[in-house]
């Protein structure tokens, strides 16, 4: 255990920073140390003091210099100036190389191995200095790119011909065990890394000179810093990806669908696995898929918007249509409500292409082209089964919409999606798909459209000054530019100012009037305006509320709503 004197100065450096509770903090120190973890790291991850502050507190006290630059000059041409795993393995980081000196950030100035390998490595004048963990995490992946402590591994396991051949459980557990294989150790980062960033994809791929991998964060593709030379890995990484989602690592020239089941921390996260063939070679797409906890008061809705929706949840009968592009949100807005509906009296019975979220107590079925069980022919066979409640993944053709019809008029409540731009527009994609209008006004309770905007940063956003003529010009309420933000830029939010994503959206309600105009064949401008008589709130104009709600900003509304107005 590390002497008691060196506890007391990581307590009283922290009490000087400003920790507020110096007994605790020794007391996890303490513990730390029984278990022969890092006492620097338990100092940050107990959260019990601002780390900046500690630090510069700590380089006072030990009269060394307090790196005060950001993490750009440091990380910049990391990888041809410093060894990588000497970085890595001591999680240093030069902050100046010259040809017989190196200045070097640290967060751990007791570590004496670090020390030790600098010297014989380098036989160059080194200064030390202390800098935040976080800086000097963010500039070694800046730096070497992601999983680069393994990279020389990765390489030698190439080499050796080790294919890691068994992997063949059903689950993948990323554990301490996975750690030893190099190959899975590299591809488990990733997945690590793109949890924690939030991103719902991961793409691979290959380039002419070069192996780019990139994470969609927030609806946005943000590149990943990646080791140099990775395309020299590209067969061994995408051979891995593919012996995961069992798929056939022979074949090369035919894309390929697959999943991958994983297990983190304890969490099941479900991959979905696309291969494309390009002539760089194979480019995978990963699609993660967390078991989220939906819940409609997650969705931020108004009361207004919470009240109908809650109203049409609570209808016996009808159709309830969501509508918007690939990536609006739908099914998991869908998801939401079927879990605001699951309760022990009712049964839901679902069809989907794919089952994307798994949901405890409702009956899930995934299409399957190749055996003939459609969308159609699974909700047959769902209304045979005595359901309360039906949700079919999408509204693909008209023999999918004439049974959906029919269940929701002899006595079902049934949820889908169509593609459409709008609200309104879903009447005329079931008008041009040859659906009977009276069929449509009889049974249809609700179109509801929605976008996905991204939510400012609450640590970072700040206020925004619009001039009063693009307000009007774009139709938004003078009244409210007060209120208005735009994103920031800090830590939190790796320096994008947005965190997280929200839906904006529109509910069209089926009212008689708008029933007489569909019968009658009404164009889309007449059930338009109907709709707007009815009540409904455009899309756009529901932005521009969460907009001055501080929320988002007015250029995301802008940008999303730009197809349906």
Not at 45 to 59: C, G, I, R
Not at 328 to 340: D, V
Request: aromatic share 4%; with cysteine; proline share 5%.
């Amino acid at each position: 255990m590390p002497s008691p004197s060196l506890i007391d100065v990581l307590v009283r450096t922290a009490a000087s920073a400003g920790c507020a509770e110096p007994t605790r903090l020794r007391h996890a120190l303490e513990l730390a140390a029984d278990k022969h973890q890092p006492l620097m790291d338990a100092v940050v991850d107990s959260t019990m003091v601002d780390e900046d502050a500690f630090f510069a507190q700590l380089a006072t006290g030990l009269g060394l210099p307090y790196a005060e630059n950001g993490v750009g000059e440091a990380a910049e041409g990391l990888h041809s100036r410093f060894p990588a795993k000497l970085a890595l393995r001591h999680r240093i980081c030069p902050a100046q190389v010259a040809n017989n000196e190196v200045t070097i950030l640290t967060y751990n100035p007791f570590d004496l191995s670090a020390r030790q390998a600098v010297g014989q490595e380098l036989r160059k004048r080194v200064h030390w200095q202390i800098a935040p963990r976080h800086r000097i995490l963010e500039a070694l992946h800046q730096g070497y790119g992601v999983g680069a402590e393994n990279f020389e591994e990765l390489l030698e396991g190439r080499e050796s011909g080790d294919d890691h051949d068994d992997l063949k459980q059903e689950t993948t557990v990323l554990d301490e065990a996975d750690e030893e294989a190099t190959v899975m150790n590299f591809v488990n980062q990733v997945f690590r890394e793109a949890l924690k960033e939030r991103a719902t994809d991961i793409h691979v791929e290959p380039l002419e000179r070069d192996l780019r991998i990139r994470y969609r964060v927030d609806g946005k593709l943000l590149e990943v810093p990646v080791p140099p030379n990775m395309r020299l890995l590209q067969a061994s990484l995408i051979s891995r990806l593919k012996i995961m989602a069992h798929l056939d690592i022979a074949e090369r020239r035919m894309p390929q669908d697959g999943r991958i089941n994983l297990e983190l921390d304890g969490e099941p996260i479900d991959v979905r696995v696309a291969t494309i063939p390009s002539v760089n070679g194979e480019s995978v797409a990963l699609r993660l898929l967390t078991r989220k906890k939906f819940d409609l008061m997650a969705l931020g809705l108004d009361d207004k918007t919470e009240a109908t929706i809650r109203k049409l949840l609570a209808a016996p009968n009808g159709i309830i249509l969501v509508t918007g592009p690939t990536g609006s949100g739908k099914s998991s807005t869908l998801y939401t409500f079927l879990k605001e509906l699951n309760t022990k009296e009712r049964r839901i019975v679902t069809i989907e292409d794919p089952v994307e979220n798994k949901l405890d107590g409702i009956i899930q079925i995934a299409v399957k082209p190749e055996i003939d069980l459609t969308f159609a022919a699974g909700l047959r066979s769902i209304l045979r089964g005595d359901p309360n409640v039906i949700m079919v993944g999408e509204m693909r053709d008209q023999e999918t919409v004439e049974i959906a019809i029919r269940g929701a008029l002899t006595g079902h409540l049934v949820f889908s999606t169509l593609h459409t731009n709008d609200a309104v527009g879903g009447i005329s994609r079931l008008l041009d798909m040859g659906i009977e209008p009276f069929m449509i006004s009889s049974s249809v309770r609700a179109f509801q459209a929605q976008r996905l905007v991204r939510t400012l940063c609450g640590i970072c956003k700040q206020p925004a000054h619009h001039e009063d003529s693009h307000l009007r010009t774009i139709g938004f309420p003078l009244e409210w530019k007060g209120k208005l933000f735009k994103p920031g830029g800090c830590r939190s939010c790796r320096n994008t100012g947005f965190t997280g994503r929200l839906a904006i959206m529109e509910i069209c309600l089926m009212s008689e009037a708008l029933q007489d105009k569909i019968n009658n064949r009404a164009n889309s401008i007449e059930l338009k305006a109907q709709a707007l008589k009815d009540g409904m709130v455009p899309m756009r104009q529901y932005g521009f509320r969460k907009a001055a709600e501080g929320v988002t900003t007015i250029e995301e509304v802008m940008t999303v709503t730009a197809a349906s107005e």
